[in-house]
């Protein structure tokens, strides 16, 4: 196959204008935007004695019933490690349900928190 030779000028011209054109680099260089880390606190979290802590929870368990793991973090200012410690000492977890990925008071510890209230 062979091009015509009428237009082979302008077909040139063409080609050069494409190549041209695609080595140009249209790109433009962008301010990258400032990102703030999502780290919590620069301080490390110091834990708190065992009874008071038990203390604090039980009064948080009496203002809401259920409390995801983030939010005792947060109202109790202590270590999620540490607070899992006694987490599973007197809370269950519940794992499905309304109440999916909470924490709540077990029977057994609700009647002794009751009954020291009684007194």
């Avoid at 140009?24 to 110091?46: A, C, F, G, L, Y």
């Avoid at 004695?49 to 202590?78: C, S, Y």
Wanted: glycine share 2%; charged share 40%; net charge neutral.
């Amino acid at each position: 196959m062979e091009p015509h030779k009428e237009n082979m000028e302008e077909y040139g011209r063409l080609c050069h204008e494409r190549t041209k054109e695609s080595m140009i680099k249209n790109r433009q260089i962008q301010d990258k935007k400032e990102t703030t880390p999502v780290k919590q606190s620069d301080m490390k979290r110091t834990r708190r004695d065992h009874g008071e802590l038990e203390d604090i929870m039980f009064k948080l368990f009496e203002r809401q019933p259920n409390w995801a793991l983030k939010q005792l973090v947060q109202e109790t200012d202590q270590p999620a490690q540490f607070l899992k410690e006694i987490l599973n000492e007197l809370y269950e977890y519940n794992k499905r349900g309304t109440n999916q990925r909470t924490y709540e008071l077990k029977p057994a510890s609700r009647k002794s928190v009751e009954d020291t209230l009684a007194e």
